[in-house]
């Protein structure tokens, strides 16, 4: 099994999750953050370098005040409360998005726990939080703006990311039976493979994972060249 050295993940579902059981969308937040954990502690066992967890977008303001609050609030008790397992287990925390822009409580969270595990070196967790693809294309071509930059290359855009000097995704999963991106990492996943599942996002399992790891096994990444076997003159594994 060929394990990615970048997976993103839009975990999606949670209020659905709720819904489904007369709960409160809450209950699945909860959930959902447990899930999150664990998928934290099995991608690292399985050697994945880079994890990127859609955990609240830019759009996610529209929802209800009392969600948002109540999702900003379990953020900063999950990090907080596992500091000590994050420094333990060598993994380092990472942020992408205007987190500037969160409440003060949450940013200064956010920044304390990046210094904490800014030494670790096993697997970076990236959450991208108030995040949106769109918006950081824009602020990248602003930041060239600024620079007075009048002929912008891929690559000035690429070094003007909020995190530039991690890899494009590999493989990226989205659960909850929805089929689209939702503004998550445009500009980096051109290439990435998409896998999409059923589950909802607090019924992900490490079974769920593998079988991602083990569909993207199977992909033909040839990046718009042809792949060596239709090279050869060989049937071509699709």
Sequence with gaps: MKIPKHVGIIMDGNGRWAKQRGLKRTMGHEKGAKVAEDVIQWASDMGIRYLTLYSFSTENWKRPKEEVSFLFSLMVRYLESRLNKIIKENVRVRFTGRIEELPQE????????EEKSRNNSKIDVILAVNYGGRREIVDAVNNLLKEKKNNITIEDISNNLYLPDVPDPELVIRTSGE???SNFLLWQIAYSELYFTNTLWPDFTKEDL???LEDYSTRDRRFGSISSDEGSGKSAHK
Excluded: S
């Design 210 to 212: 593998i079988r991602a």
């Design 179 to 181: 089929v689209r991106i």
């Design 106 to 113: 949450v940013f200064e969270v956010c920044k304390r726990i």
